[in-house]
């Protein structure tokens, strides 16, 4: 019996675990950045970005890491050709 080609439909995975990563990325550095004014609170510490800033880069680095594993975790790159 021969094999079905599987079709493709949607995002592929490594474009999927790209989004997601900078997404997650995005909230908890941002958040990381807003709690750092609060709490521990040593008064020679002042974050320089906020939470916008925070956001964008942890959405640039969870978008290039989760691009990154994306293809390394990727079983369609492994296969028997």
């Known amino acids: ?3 079905k080609e599987q079709q493709d439909s949607g995002l592929s995975f490594p474009v999927t675990a790209m989004l997601v990563l900078a ?3 995005a909230v908890v550095s941002g958040a990381s950045f807003e709690i750092i004014k609060y ?3 040593p008064i ?3 974050p320089y970005f906020g ?3 925070g956001a964008v880069w942890g959405a640039v ?3 290039v890491s989760g691009l990154a594993l994306g293809f390394l975790t ?3 790159h492994f ?3």
């Open 74 to 76: 990727d079983e369609r």
């Open 1 to 3: 019996m021969a094999k």
């Open 51 to 53: 939470f916008a800033g």
């Open 39 to 41: 709490w521990p609170l």
């Open 44 to 46: 020679s510490v002042d």
């Open 23 to 25: 997404v997650l990325g």
């Open 79 to 81: 296969g028997d050709s």
């Open 61 to 63: 680095v969870g978008a």
